[in-house]
């Protein structure tokens, strides 16, 4: 079977679907997928001028959405939100709670999750392009909650807000657009090889 036809027939799949399904699976990707973005918001770098530090929490966000699909994602996110609000110390350098100023990030990723894992339900993972299409969308939206939320918490204008709570963050979108432009084409690259 050529690649083309073997990507055709996974349609309406997402990465996680290609393993077994079961609900200790299903579990699994969950908890797993709540572990990571908490490991990856550790990867932290303090941005002069904003409360907003640099992380590697969004990038693991969206790749999670995207590889388990929107209700997997979704809930992964969930997860991670509901476990840092009662005090797990996995939010971005170590902080929990939902009174800092990036919470609105947090909940933003909630819905980003959701909608980058039903476009990678339709192929949007299976190009670069579309792929980088998705990310960028993906990021827009935890942009569209982080922004306002971090406005409101601070008693910033919405310039500021803008100022600090998205300008400086572009730069590192776009690497991780391309990041996530190589990994997840090269994922289905590969399991369609098998």
């Not at 969206?62 to 929107?70: D, P």
């Not at 209700?71 to 350098?93: C, D, K």
């Not at 969308?137 to 601070?154: K, M, N, Q």
Request: a positive charge; proline letters at 5%; zero cysteines.
């Amino acid at each position: 079977m050529s690649t083309a036809a073997a990507s055709s027939t996974r349609t309406g799949l997402v990465l996680a679907d290609l393993l077994p399904a079961s609900r200790v699976r299903d579990a699994a990707l969950v908890l797993g997928g709540a572990a990571l973005t908490g490991l990856a918001a550790q990867i932290a770098v303090p941005v002069p001028g904003s409360p907003v530090p640099v992380t590697g929490q969004t990038f693991a966000a969206l790749l999670v959405g995207t590889a388990l699909g929107a209700g997997r994602g979704f809930a992964s996110l969930a997860v991670y939100a509901l476990a840092g609000m009662a005090g797990v110390p996995w939010f971005a350098e170590g902080a929990s709670g939902m009174t800092m100023p990036s919470f609105g990030y947090i909940l933003g990723m909630l819905l980003a999750a959701a909608v980058v894992g039903a476009l990678a339900r339709r192929g949007a993972d299976r190009s670069a392009w579309r792929t980088a299409g998705t990310m960028v969308l993906g990021s827009a939206v935890v942009y569209a909650v982080g922004v306002p939320y971090l406005a409101l918490s601070t008693g910033m204008s919405a310039s500021a807000a803008i100022a600090a709570g998205l300008t400086p963050f572009l730069v590192g979108d776009a690497l991780k657009a391309a990041l996530a432009m190589g990994v997840l084409p090269t994922a289905w690259k590969l399991v369609d090889k098998r």
